[in-house]
């Protein structure tokens, strides 16, 4: 950045000069014109009546200044080329009485004219010049198109290191190599070896990629470049693969240094894939990325971090060995994970004795660090929001509600009593069939309120993390679905069920096809993947599917789906009959609390009966729910 402080101090002494010039004319004026106006005429009216002493005119200048006997002044002006001798002359007045003093005119007159002139002129010009160069030398600026845009932060005062990094162990052990090598390079060049140059930092959303990349910068000590791959490219040719070469020429001058580039995908997109469009400045700008990584000396310690939730569409050659070629892979922490993220982002912020950590983190699966931290402040408001000094345990299971379903509760908003009888039980259904289901996740809370899209909700949380779903689990996971409509079904009758179980039939559908098609969980069709489906990474949304298959097996594959649903239909009312009383004392509680959970809400599922493996109830305490899972898997 340019240094333009001289400038400013400049222009802080023009502002002065300006100001004193003006103090100086104004005072000058105020000088010439402390005396009235006053005509011609009467002036040499008075000079014949031997009224005036003294008159001052100046060479050159028709004004005069006039001084009566009594001592008065007043000014007045030629109206013609004489000189006021003549006049006086000419109207007949006594010289002798009255002294008239003409003096020559200084020689910066017609220069205080000429500068009265300019000023304004070099005053637009010096505020023309002055933004001119604020722009130039501001990070925006606008003429310098080629200049990297990245943000440099020095490494002398980190403020990121990896204590502030919770839930990522092993991608920290990965990275402690990369800080070793920039403190003691002369340590791995001893034993010749040679650490990545890249390395790829790949993860959803979330999970601290970029906090990451800072706190190794932060644990090495060393300057820190940080730019997204989206700044690179513009809609001048040649702009991009520009500011590549300048941000490595930065980087070069600044080694040993880290080099962060978020969402590389932006420009490292696989080329003449035709993926999101051709763009040959994107290209330009890729090919510029891979020859400065390659290009790199041997003795030059840059390192380049990046950072995408996109590898699947990174181009092959920035992914090979001397550019990117080390993966640190992020996933959503596990339960000791959480536990050690939430201690840092609760870390000087005041708690309740009453928060548990594990019970907390035991309820968030499948929660990132950001959904964590975004919990946390989330408490953080309702606890300010409830006028509390502390942050209790209430606060922190409202905002892990509120993070997971969208949303707050929606209080104000009207129900009918018929449509919240009609709530209570399917939401009552969900949790009865959740509950018969032995390999079903654990009934955390039953509510009526509605909250973001949703008028009420049961809240299914798993005992522990999973790193693999079991047909059994799908099984039960179809049943606990299906058991809002079918208790709608029971109660209302077929003629007075309603669309609040639209999603959770599209939910049921969607789950029994990929049974089929995908987990080859069919027991008619066996271990077959049907369909080629091109998908986004970590995201789960389909682009297109490509038919490997005739229409003979796309019918049993209808059939097959529509068997496994009939299948887990058949469960859940079967279990809805056998536990009607559960199913009637659930919704009156519902009515009247709104909200079941803890104690009251597992005194009403400890009388569910569980569903055995061969499809009978097995009554309430008769066998343990581990007793019936192994029954189910023998």
Same mark, same amino acid.
């Given at each position: 950045?340019?240094?333009?402080?001289?400038?400013?101090?400049?222009?802080?002494?023009?502002?002065?000069?300006?100001?004193?010039?003006?103090?100086?004319?104004?005072?000058?004026?105020?000088?010439?014109?402390?005396?009235?106006?006053?005509?011609?005429?009467?002036?040499? #009216?008075?000079?014949?009546?031997?009224?005036?002493?003294?008159?001052?005119?100046?060479?050159?200048?028709?004004?005069?200044?006039?001084?009566?006997?009594?001592?008065?002044?007043? $000014?007045?002006?030629?109206?013609?080329?004489?000189?006021?001798?003549?006049?006086?002359?000419?109207?007949?007045?006594?010289?002798?009485?009255?002294?008239?003093?003409?003096?020559?005119? /200084?020689?910066?007159?017609?220069?205080?004219?000429?500068?009265?002139?300019?000023?304004?002129?070099?005053?637009?010009?010096?505020?023309?010049?002055?933004?001119?160069?604020?722009?130039?030398?501001?990070?925006?600026?606008?003429?310098?198109?080629?200049?990297?845009? #990245?943000?440099?932060?020095?490494?002398?005062? /980190?403020?990121?290191?990896?204590?502030?990094?919770?839930?990522?162990?092993?991608?920290?052990?990965?990275?402690?190599?990369?800080?070793?090598?920039?403190?003691?390079?002369d340590k791995f060049a001893a034993l010749g070896a040679r650490i990545p140059r890249g390395v790829l930092m790949v993860g959803p959303p979330g999970t601290g990629k970029t906090l990451l990349s800072r706190a190794?910068?932060?644990?090495?000590?060393?300057?820190?470049?940080?730019?997204?791959?989206?700044?690179?490219?513009?809609?001048?040719?040649?702009?991009?693969?520009?500011?590549?070469?300048?941000?490595?020429?930065?980087?070069?001058?600044?080694? /040993?240094?880290?080099?962060?580039?978020?969402?590389?995908?932006?420009?490292?997109?696989?080329?003449?894939?035709?993926?999101?469009?051709?763009?040959?400045?994107?290209?330009?700008?890729?090919?510029?990325?891979?020859?400065?990584?390659?290009?790199?000396?041997?003795?030059?310690?840059?390192?380049?971090?990046?950072?995408?939730?996109?590898?699947?569409?990174?181009?092959?050659?920035?992914?090979?060995?001397?550019?990117?070629?080390?993966?640190?892979?992020?996933?959503? /922490?596990?339960?000791?994970? $959480?536990?050690?993220?939430?201690?840092?982002?609760?870390?000087?912020?005041?708690?309740?004795?009453?928060?548990?950590?594990?019970?907390?983190?035991?309820?968030?699966?499948?929660?990132?660090?950001?959904?964590?931290?975004?919990?946390?402040?989330?408490?953080?408001?309702?606890?300010?929001?409830?006028?509390?000094?502390?942050?209790?345990?209430?606060?922190?299971?409202?905002?892990?509600?509120?993070?997971?379903?969208?949303?707050?509760?929606?209080?104000?908003?009207?129900?009918?009593? $018929?449509?919240?009888?009609?709530?209570? +039980?399917?939401?009552?259904?969900?949790?009865?069939?959740?509950?018969?289901?032995?390999?079903?996740?654990?009934?955390?809370?039953?509510?009526?309120?509605?909250?973001?899209?949703?008028?009420?909700?049961?809240?299914?949380?798993?005992?522990?993390?999973?790193? +693999?779903?079991?047909?059994?689990?799908?099984?039960?996971?179809?049943?606990?679905?299906?058991?809002?409509?079918?208790?709608?079904?029971?109660?209302?009758?077929?003629?007075?069920?309603?669309?609040?179980?639209?999603?959770?039939?599209?939910?049921?559908?969607?789950?029994?096809?990929?049974?089929?098609?995908? +987990?080859?969980?069919?027991?008619?069709?066996?271990?077959?993947?049907?369909?080629?489906?091109?998908?986004?990474?970590?995201?789960? $949304?389909?682009?297109?599917?490509?038919?490997?298959?005739?229409?003979?097996?796309?019918?049993?594959?209808?059939?097959?789906?529509?068997?496994?649903?009939?299948?887990?239909?058949?469960?859940?009312?079967?279990?809805?009959?056998?536990?009607?009383?559960?199913?009637?004392?659930?919704?009156?509680?519902?009515?009247?609390?709104?909200?079941?959970?803890?104690?009251?809400?597992?005194?009403?599922?400890?009388?569910?009966?569980?569903?055995?493996?061969?499809?009978?109830?097995?009554?309430?305490? #008769?066998?343990?729910?581990?007793?019936?899972?192994?029954?189910?898997?023998?």
């Amino acid at each position: 950045m340019v240094d333009n402080r001289w400038l400013k101090n400049s222009f802080v002494y023009l502002i002065i000069l300006v100001a004193a010039l003006a103090l100086f004319f104004n005072y000058f004026n105020n000088a010439q014109s402390q005396a009235e106006d006053q005509g011609i005429i009467k002036v040499i #009216a008075d000079a014949r009546a031997g009224n005036v002493s003294l008159i001052e005119a100046q060479s050159g200048s028709n004004d005069i200044i006039v001084t009566y006997s009594d001592g008065t002044k007043v $000014r007045s002006r030629l109206e013609s080329s004489d000189t006021i001798t003549s006049l006086l002359v000419d109207a007949g007045v006594d010289l002798s009485r009255v002294d008239v003093q003409v003096q020559a005119a /200084p020689a910066w007159g017609g220069l205080l004219n000429v500068f009265t002139i300019l000023l304004p002129v070099l005053l637009m010009i010096g505020f023309f010049v002055f933004f001119m160069r604020q722009a130039q030398g501001s990070n925006n600026q606008a003429m310098s198109f080629g200049k990297s845009r #990245a943000r440099m932060f020095s490494g002398d005062k /980190p403020t990121i290191t990896f204590a502030d990094v919770a839930g990522q162990e092993e991608a920290k052990q990965d990275l402690t190599e990369v800080v070793e090598f920039l403190k003691f390079p002369d340590k791995f060049a001893a034993l010749g070896a040679r650490i990545p140059r890249g390395v790829l930092m790949v993860g959803p959303p979330g999970t601290g990629k970029t906090l990451l990349s800072r706190a190794v910068a932060g644990e090495a000590g060393v300057p820190f470049f940080s730019i997204s791959g989206s700044e690179f490219v513009e809609m001048f040719v040649g702009v991009g693969a520009s500011r590549v070469r300048d941000l490595f020429d930065q980087a070069k001058r600044n080694a /040993p240094c880290i080099v962060f580039i978020d969402e590389i995908d932006a420009v490292g997109r696989q080329r003449g894939a035709g993926l999101g469009g051709s763009h040959d400045e994107r290209e330009q700008t890729l090919n510029q990325i891979l020859v400065e990584m390659d290009g790199f000396d041997t003795n030059t310690n840059v390192i380049v971090i990046a950072a995408t939730n996109r590898p699947d569409v990174l181009d092959p050659a920035l992914i090979r060995p001397g550019r990117f070629d080390r993966q640190v892979v992020l996933d959503a /922490p596990d339960v000791k994970g $959480r536990i050690e993220v939430l201690k840092v982002h609760t870390k000087g912020k005041p708690l309740a004795d009453d928060i548990q950590f594990d019970v907390i983190a035991r309820q968030t699966p499948g929660f990132s660090g950001a959904d964590l931290a975004n919990a946390v402040n989330e408490a953080a408001i309702l606890a300010a929001r409830r006028s509390k000094k502390r942050i209790g345990m209430a606060e922190l299971q409202d905002a892990i509600e509120r993070v997971a379903l969208g949303g707050p509760e929606r209080r104000s908003r009207v129900m009918s009593d $018929r449509e919240k009888l009609i709530t209570a +039980y399917h939401e009552a259904g969900h949790a009865v069939t959740g509950a018969g289901m032995p390999r079903a996740d654990r009934v955390q809370k039953v509510t009526i309120i509605p909250r973001g899209r949703a008028g009420g909700y049961t809240l299914f949380l798993p005992e522990e993390d999973r790193s +693999y779903m079991s047909r059994a689990h799908f099984e039960a996971q179809l049943v606990a679905l299906l058991g809002g409509r079918i208790a709608e079904e029971l109660i209302f009758g077929p003629v007075e069920i309603t669309t609040g179980a639209s999603g959770d039939i599209q939910q049921v559908t969607r789950i029994a096809r990929a049974m089929v098609t995908r +987990y080859g969980m069919s027991e008619k069709l066996g271990p077959i993947a049907f369909g080629e489906k091109e998908e986004l990474i970590f995201l789960g $949304r389909e682009i297109s599917e490509q038919r490997n298959y005739g229409d003979e097996v796309a019918r049993e594959i209808d059939a097959e789906v529509h068997r496994i649903v009939s299948l887990a239909y058949g469960r859940a009312r079967h279990l809805l009959v056998e536990n009607r009383a559960v199913l009637d004392d659930m919704a009156n509680a519902l009515i009247e609390f709104e909200s079941l959970d803890g104690d009251r809400l597992r005194a009403l599922l400890v009388r569910v009966g569980k569903l055995a493996p061969d499809g009978s109830i097995q009554p309430a305490g #008769a066998a343990s729910l581990s007793d019936i899972a192994r029954d189910a898997s023998a």
